[in-house]
């Protein structure tokens, strides 16, 4: 295996995050390599991947319909608005929490969970609109779901990268609820859009994203560890009950705009790693 020659013989080994760093050193991730990644353990580093925050910055983006930023939020009002009418969802849903999910229709994104809770979350009084593609059998259900809720619930097939801009924008909050999620970037993005992130505490979005905390006004999301459904409504649950208390979801939003996700904050991580691998293949040729 070459792979298995890589892992052995590398002087530094590179994931793309902190807790899959760790994952991959285990059956249920590790594929088969879980052995050679744990005996080279103190050499395995997990990076978390950046965004290109030049084509996704609500202050500039050109595919939504207002833009704003920190300092200024009326935007994001507007974004909203706008998206409900396009996707033809009820006027009357517009001060509930929008839901969005952009992704891959895969077992791997967690669509097996929002299936089994598809009823009892609508039920909160929520919208929630589907952008992707992917398995025939999970694109039919959702399909058949929103028949069911046309008012309330919309799904696009397909990859449109424009709608994906504008319902990260217009969403309060975007559902990631993964199986396993080596990074993530969709997370990422929504941060970055003040759109909250309800996640499965695995890989990157364990690394991205904080459980709010009411009390401290700490956090910038909502997440849950049992790939279970109750867990995952339970979370959805949290985020709609704060959704309520205006002044606290506005810190909420704040708090995951002023992260730092870049590619310029993963790429100095990536020369620091690389400037210390050389410097220490230089001690030993030395003789030091």
């Not at 990157?204 to 709010?212: K, N, Y």
Request: hydrophobic fraction near 40%; charged fraction near 25%; include cysteine.
């Amino acid at each position: 295996s070459l792979l298995k020659a890589g892992i052995v013989y590398s002087e530094a080994i590179t994931t793309v995050s902190p807790t899959y760093a760790m994952e991959i050193q285990t059956p249920e991730y590790g594929m088969g390599m879980e052995g050679a990644l744990g005996y080279r353990s103190k050499v395995l580093y997990g990076i978390l991947n950046g965004v290109d925050d030049r084509l996704w910055n609500p202050s500039s983006d050109p595919h939504i319909p207002a833009t704003y930023s920190r300092e200024e939020m009326s935007g994001k009002h507007l974004c909203k608005e706008r998206l409900m009418r396009e996707m033809g969802l009820d006027s009357g849903l517009r001060e509930k929490p929008l839901l969005g999910m952009i992704s891959r229709l895969d077992l791997q994104k967690g669509f097996d969970l929002l299936l089994n809770i598809l009823d009892d979350l609508l039920a909160m009084n929520v919208a929630l609109i589907v952008l992707g593609s992917g398995d025939e059998r999970i694109q039919d259900a959702i399909l058949q779901a929103a028949a069911r809720r046309p008012g309330q619930m919309r799904i696009e097939i397909g990859f449109n990268e424009s709608l994906a801009h504008r319902i990260m924008a217009g969403a309060d909050l975007l559902l990631i609820p993964s199986r396993y999620e080596p990074c993530g970037l969709t997370q990422m993005y929504a941060l970055k859009y003040g759109t909250v992130p309800v996640v499965r505490a695995t890989g990157g979005l364990e690394d991205t994203i904080v459980q709010f905390d009411l009390k401290t006004r700490k956090g910038n999301g909502f997440k849950f560890l049992p790939y279970q459904p109750k867990a995952f409504l339970e979370a959805i649950e949290k985020a709609v009950r704060l959704f309520q208390f205006k002044e606290a979801w506005k810190t909420l939003m704040l708090n995951g705009m002023e992260a730092d996700y870049s590619w310029n904050r993963s790429a100095r991580r990536y020369l620091e790693l690389y400037r210390s691998v050389v410097s220490e293949s230089r001690l030993r040729g030395s003789g030091i």
